[in-house]
Each structure stands twice: as structure tokens, then as C-alpha cells.
């Protein structure tokens, strides 16, 4: 069986992208259930967006100045352009809430965020077992669970505006957006499972 060869450093670095999209996931949940406090979750979402921006130029870097590497060079960059992604689009979410001014909280955003920090979460437990093809297959059946879930909620809070009070169209329009960028962020995850698939099997 051919193993992966031994360079924590690539590694090391999708862990680090994996543990500020975990973080970002669980400041976004605070920042719906919370929204008193949106410049404050908005802020450090946006800090934890610069670290991940910062850890992938160390990705490209690396791969600039590395003749043999551990995995595929496009296998690497392809996975942590996809973490990246992730912590951009919750990025993009939180600036959109911020310049919403929202006030107040809704459920479905709150289940919706919930199920992103449940996606990262699979996704930091696949990272850290890339070597285990079984399991990041197991953790890609997690991962689907958890997209469907997410339709789920993002098609009954969908209809739920439309369906309810529209006499304030504004407000109808800030949450579907809300809610579009949260279910695109939970889709963007099982990408990065696939690739996470991918990758392991590849190597096994």
C-alpha cells in the first residue's frame, strides 16, 4: 500500500484552515443568535478571514518553493483554495448582516448556522483524517446528512417568507440573501469533503 509521504508541513497548514473555518462557523452561529453584538461577531469573522487569507499564501508558497510534495500539487491547492472558501462566504455573510443593520434574530438562520458549525466540524475531523480513507468516506456520509438538512431548513424558512407577512418586502429580501449565503456556505462544505475524498482514496 502506498502511504503518504511524511511533510507535516502542508498538513499542518490545512489544519490551521480547518480550525479558523471551525472557529468562523461558530462566530457566525453567536452572530445570528446574538445580533446585539454584530459589529463585535462581524469584526472577528472578518480577523479570522485575514488569517486564513495569510495561511493559504503559505499554501502557494510553499508549493512555489517545494520540489517533491506530499500529495499532487493541484490536489493541494484545490483543498485549501476550498477551506479558504468556506471562511470567505462566512465572511461574506457576516458583512452582508452588518450592512443589513438586522436588529433581530430568526430561527432558521440560527438552525442554518448550526448545521455549518456541525459541516466544519466533519470537515476538521476529515482534515485530520486524511491517511484514513474509511473514514473521511464515513465523514462523507455525515456530510451529506448534513447538506440535506440544510435544504431542508433553507426551503422552509424560504417559503416561510414568502408565505407569511409580506408587507415588508426590505426585510423579505435581507433574509432570503442571509439565508443564501449560509446554505451556499453548508454546500461549499460537502465540496470540500468530496475533495477531502478524493485526495484519500488517491493516496491510500
Known amino acids: 500500500m502506498r502511504l503518504i509521504p511524511k511533510d507535516e508541513g502542508f498538513f499542518e497548514l490545512f489544519d490551521a484552515l480547518a480550525d479558523r473555518m471551525t472557529q468562523s462557523a461558530a462566530v457566525l452561529e453567536e452572530l445570528f443568535a446574538h445580533p446585539e453584538r454584530l459589529e463585535e461577531h462581524a469584526q472577528r469573522i472578518k480577523a479570522l478571514e ?24 493541484e490536489d493541494i491547492h484545490a483543498l485549501a483554495t476550498r477551506l479558504d472558501n468556506v471562511v470567505d462566504l462566512m465572511d461574506g455573510t457576516a458583512r452582508r448582516a452588518k450592512m443589513f443593520h438586522i436588529k433581530t434574530g430568526r430561527e432558521p438562520a440560527i438552525q ?25 468516506a464515513r465523514l462523507g456520509r455525515v456530510m451529506k446528512a448534513l447538506e440535506e438538512e440544510g435544504d431542508a431548513v433553507y426551503s422552509d424558512a424560504v417559503g416561510a417568507l414568502f408565505s407569511g407577512d409580506t408587507s415588508n418586502p426590505i426585510e423579505i429580501i435581507t433574509w432570503k440573501e442571509l439565508y443564501d449565503n449560509i446554505e451556499h456556505a ?5 465540496d470540500v469533503l468530496n475533495v477531502l475524498g478524493s485526495i484519500s482514496i488517491k493516496n491510500s
Request: net charge negative; hydrophobic share 40%; glycine share 2%.
Open 50 to 73: 485575514h488569517e486564513a487569507d495569510g495561511i493559504m499564501l503559505q499554501v502557494v508558497t510553499r508549493l512555489d518553493q517545494s520540489f517533491v510534495t506530499p500529495l499532487d500539487r
Open 112 to 136: 442554518l448556522t448550526d448545521i455549518l458549525v456541525r459541516a466544519t466540524t466533519t470537515i476538521k475531523e476529515a482534515v485530520q483524517k486524511l491517511r484514513q480513507p474509511k473514514e473521511v
Open 186 to 190: 453548508i454546500d461549499e462544505c460537502e
